[in-house]
């Protein structure tokens, strides 16, 4: 009896128990005041349903639930996020601070432009400082997303061609390293892509882009550096050759905090780059959003550019239409707050700042590949810019899975796993230039460790975690037999 | 890993096996359900539709990634195997047999001959 008691408290404080779980009729949050108007009947009783349970719960329940919850959950702000090719970098509280303040938070995006100008002044100097960081002539802030952002790019470079009368070309072509977001953006743009290897040093393949390089071609798709982490070297040849067959050429500029203040785009040759805000300039992710890819253009794009973008008129800022836009690509104005944030993160760090952030990003990313390499294997094996690619070959039975959900017991964030594609059992580190050297021997020593795990038992990783809230998940029956829905338990 | 001497292998890790009536079995190696982890969705061809060899024929999903599928052999697709298509996890627990894609009525048994035998296999997977 007594333990069944015990058993109940757990449970009772168990995080799993969903809210529905812990409802108990006639409970209740609020209560409301007494009506004083007529009771309505409803127009049309038969649309209302009755299989549709709400839980009955206290506020302080609710309160605790919730609670518990956001205290599971794992951010940056609580441990080391090495996610790859997602720049988990901490995000300055100041950028809060200054996204919160009443004139830009209150503001509506109806509002008239004179009623504006702080704000459209803000996303004016937005689009000034990310040309001078991109090299680029102009920017538009409106693309919602990163992935928003490569679609608005690839639908401008169809504008283009199409001006030229030269939208017969239907061919863009994709480094096999490229995020899977690349050639998805290129087919939704109603492109037809094309593949192109790496060389044996994990530059894209010149050979390969020459003989695809034809009047069909419409342009190219790269990421810079690439997602083994490299600085592709060929990349001002590669952008050559394609301009010389008529082609255009995209930037996917997610891992652009490897470049911040050392490397302009528009410089190598690009024609147009998206960049992240919620990577490289600070701005919350995880969870799906809001983000923010704004996008910028050389001469040839920029006329082609998403409305609105923001102009200078004397002394006042305007709402404007480039002269070819491709026309709207999201609601309003864009995530106006998330351009806030990014914007104050650039006014604090100031030129030096970033071009800093770059360095010290670089030099971590470094730092775990030379403290790393004898754990795993490494190719190519050269120096890394913002995050190091390691193949978690099996030597001993465990794979990247299992050092990734060992990590956890570990308190950290498992790396991305499996991508690049073009790396068997690929463990992707990005460390950021926002943590200490401290944190990453931490990390190391947790490497070390599960290593020496392994190599004692090679099957003690398969069941890891050990000491998060669920263990070892079952992803392949979740993928298989996915149960999105509450039912409530079948009584007995 | 283990690759049967009854059948052709192809680089990208398809098997095929033909019958006597001139259909070919096509499914993917131990090595390749291996190297995939488990298997949570398969894309398959339409009956009827023409295939050339090492076409493109479908899609793999695994917990890891999604994968594309090139048949070995062309020629027409007369049967897809609708049990992988409902329960994914066959190619994981019989790759060589009840986890078989699609079969194919070969247009040119010469085929046969661009892929590689099990040992020739065994040597590309060691």
């Known amino acids: 009896m007594l333990l069944q008691d015990a058993d109940a408290r757990a449970d009772a404080h168990d995080p799993r128990r969903l809210l529905m779980e812990r409802s108990v009729a006639g409970r209740t949050a609020v209560t409301l005041p007494a009506s004083d108007v007529p009771a309505q009947p409803l127009p049309d009783a038969a649309l209302l349903r009755d299989d549709l349970e709400l839980p009955e719960v206290t506020e302080g329940e609710v309160v605790r639930y919730f609670t518990r919850l956001s205290q599971l959950n794992f951010s940056v702000d609580t441990n080391f996020y090495p996610l790859g090719s997602c720049t988990m970098k901490y995000n300055p509280k100041l950028n809060e601070a200054m996204a919160a303040l009443p004139g830009f938070a209150n503001l509506h995006p109806g509002q008239p432009e004179s009623q504006a100008q702080g704000a459209l002044e803000l996303m004016h100097g937005l689009q000034a400082y990310l040309c001078e960081i991109t090299g680029m002539s102009a920017a538009g802030l409106t693309p919602l997303a990163g992935a928003h952002g490569e679609l608005t790019g690839i639908l401008m470079i169809k504008a283009c061609l199409e001006s030229r009368g030269e939208g017969a070309r239907r061919k863009i072509l994709i480094p096999d390293t490229a995020h899977g977001t690349n050639p998805a953006s290129a087919a939704m743009g109603g492109f037809d892509v094309v593949s192109v290897p790496s060389d044996a040093n994990g530059n894209i393949d010149l050979e ?28 001002a040849e590669m952008c050559r050759i394609a301009h ?20 302009k785009l528009g410089a190598l040759g690009f024609d147009v780059v998206h960049l992240n805000l919620h990577k490289t300039f600070t701005t919350p992710h995880g969870g799906g959003g809001p983000g923010a890819g704004p996008v910028c253009a050389n001469d040839t794009l920029a006329p082609f550019l998403p409305a609105p973008v923001v102009e200078r008129r004397g002394d006042a800022y305007a709402l404007a239409d480039p002269p070819q836009t491709i026309g709207r690509v999201g609601g309003w104005q864009g995530n106006f707050g998330v351009l806030a944030r990014a914007y104050t993160y650039i006014r604090l760090m100031g030129a030096e700042g970033l071009r800093a952030a770059a360095d010290n990003a670089v030099l971590n990313a470094n730092y775990l590949r030379a403290r790393l390499r004898d754990l795993f294997v490494l190719e190519p094996d050269r120096g890394v810019m913002h995050e190091v690619v390691f193949s978690a070959r099996k030597r001993r039975g465990a794979r990247a899975i299992d050092v990734s959900k060992r990590l956890l017991d570990y308190g950290f964030h498992a790396p991305t796993m499996y991508f690049p594609l073009v790396v068997a059992e690929a463990l992707m580190i990005e460390p950021t230039e926002t943590e200490s050297k401290e944190t990453l021997d931490a990390f190391v020593e947790a490497m070390e460790r599960i290593d020496a795990e392994a190599a004692q038992d090679e099957h003690f990783l398969h069941g890891a975690p050990y000491h998060t809230p669920v263990s070892r998940l079952d992803e392949a029956a979740a993928a298989r037999r996915p149960e999105l829905r509450w039912r409530p338990a079948a009584s007995t | 890993m283990e690759a049967p001497d009854d059948r052709k292998y192809s680089k990208e890790h398809e098997w095929v096996v033909l019958h006597d009536d001139g259909t070919a079995l096509v499914g993917i190696s131990d090595f390749a359900q291996n190297q995939l982890g488990d298997v949570v969705f398969v894309e398959l061809p339409k009956v009827g539709a023409a295939l050339a060899q090492f076409d493109q024929m479908g899609e793999i999903e695994s917990v890891k990634a999604v994968s594309d599928l090139y048949t070995p052999v062309g020629g027409e697709v007369v049967e897809v195997n609708a049990d992988v298509v409902n329960k994914p996890e066959t190619v994981n627990e019989d790759p060589y047999g009840k986890g078989w894609l699609i079969k194919v009525r070969m247009d040119n048994a010469a085929e046969l001959d ?13």
Request: no cysteine.
């Open chain 1, 208 to 235: 390969a882009v020459r003989r695809e390089a034809d009047e069909t071609l419409a342009g190219v798709m790269f990421t810079q550096p690439t997602t083994l982490g490299l600085f592709d070297v060929n990349a």
């Open chain 1, 244 to 263: 010389e067959a008529g082609g255009l050429v995209y930037a996917d500029g997610a891992n652009m905090n490897a470049l911040l203040g050392r490397v």
């Open chain 2, 114 to 126: 661009n892929l590689m035998d099990a040992a020739q296999y065994a040597a590309l997977t060691a």
